[in-house]
C-alpha cells in the first residue's frame, strides 16, 4: 500500500512515521517550499506523548521541550482558581510537555527523513485536486517553477490545516472558517523561571486572557524559553475574521499593550515579558463546524484539516496525534483501503467532534469563565465562589471526552 500525505505539520509527519511502523509507505507532499520552524508555544498532554513515546521519541521531547509539573487556573486579577497537578506529578505514566510548536515539528521532519528517507518529505507541492477509482487515487500539484505533477496512491491523506484544500474540495459551499471574536497575541522569548520553572499559567476568561509558561531552557541559567499569549475578544462571534488565520502574522504591537494591563500576574511580570519580546504574531482564532464525513472513497482528512479547533485544553495537536494512531492501525489492519478509511472515521469522527463543540464553550478553562461570572473582581477564597466538586466536574468531564483522562492513558493497550 502507497499513501498520499498533504501537509508537513505535526499530523502529517506524525502520520508518515505511524504509517513506516506499521509498515505502509507514504510520502508527505507540502506545498511551503522549504520547511520553517514557525509558531510559539504548544502543549502535548500525556495522551499524545503517549503515542509519540510508542513511536520512540520520548527522549527527543525531553530534549526541545520542558515536563510540565503543574497548571494554574487563575482570575484574570490574579487570585488562583484552580493548581491542578501535570503528567508524572499527576500519576501519569507519561508526562506532559510544553514545546516551541516549531521545534517539535523540526523534530518530526528530522525523524522522518532519517526513518523514511531524504525524499519522503517533498516541498512545493500545492495539491489544486484529486481523483479517484476502484484501483488508485490521483492527486495534483502545482509546483512554483515547474511543470505540474501527478501523483497515483492508494490512499490520499489530507493533513493541510484548516484552510486544507482537500477539505475545499470535497466541502466547496462551507466557506471561512468561523471566529469567535478573540484576538490572540503571542510570543516567546528568554526570561526568568518561575515557580521552579515547570508551571504553566492560565489567568482569564474566553473575553481577556493570558497564558504563560515555559517551552525550553533558556540561554543563561536560571532562564526558560518562555511562551505567552494574550487573547481578547476585540469582536463579534460568527462574524468573519479580520485577517487569514497564520501563524507567522507580525503582531500590532500598539493595540496589544492597550490589554496587557488588564491583568495581574503576581508570579510574573507578565507586561515586562510582553515588552522583551522582538517578535510577536497575532491570529484570529477560529474553528469550524464538524463534518459529517471525512472519508471518501480513498480520501481522508486529518488534523485541522479534518476537526480545526480553539486552543482550549491543549487539544489541537493533540488529537492530530491520536488521528495519525488511529489511522495507522485501520490502514494496517484492512486489505481494503476504503473500509479501513471509514473505520478511521468512525473510530475519530464523533470523539473530535465533541471536543471541537466542548471548547467553543471554553474546554475545561470554562471554570474561569464561571468563576469571573459569579466574582468579577477576585475573591480571597475560591470555596466561597464555587465548589470544588463543580470545579472538578467541568475539568474531568473534558478530559474523558479528549480521551486524556488518567484512566484512558495509563490503561494497558489503549
Known sequence: MQVIIVGAGIGGLTAALRLHQEGIGCVVYEQSEQSAELGVGINALPHAVKELAELGLLDSLDEIGVRTRDLYYAHRLGPVILRKPCGLDAGFTLPQFCLHRGRLQGMLLRAVRERLGADAVRTGHLLTGFDQDASEVRAH?????????????????????????ARSILFPAEGAPRWNGVLMWRGATDWPEFDGGRSMIVAGGTAAKLVIYPIAEGRSAGTKLTNWAVCIRTGQPGAAPPERQDWARPGDRRELARHVERF???????????????????????????????????????????????????????QAILDATALGGHLARCSDPTEALLAYQDDRLAATSEVVLRNREGGPENVIDEVERRAPQGFSHIDEVIDAAELEAVVAGYARASGSSQQQVNEPGR
Not at 502545482?142 to 491523506?157: E, F
Not at 489530507?158 to 484552510?163: E, T, W
Request: hydrophobic share 40%.
Open 264 to 318: 495581574s500576574s503576581p508570579a510574573v511580570d507578565h507586561a515586562g515579558l510582553v515588552a522583551a519580546t522582538e517578535e510577536i504574531f497575532e491570529f484570529p482564532m477560529c474553528d469550524r463546524d464538524p463534518l459529517p464525513a471525512w472519508s471518501h472513497g480513498r480520501v481522508t482528512l486529518l488534523g485541522d484539516a479534518a476537526h480545526p479547533m480553539y486552543p482550549m485544553g491543549s487539544n489541537g495537536a493533540g
Open 141 to 165: 500539484f502545482d509546483r512554483r517553477g515547474a511543470a505540474p505533477v501527478t501523483v497515483r496512491g492508494d490512499v490520499l491523506v489530507a493533513a493541510d490545516g484548516i484552510h486544507s484544500a
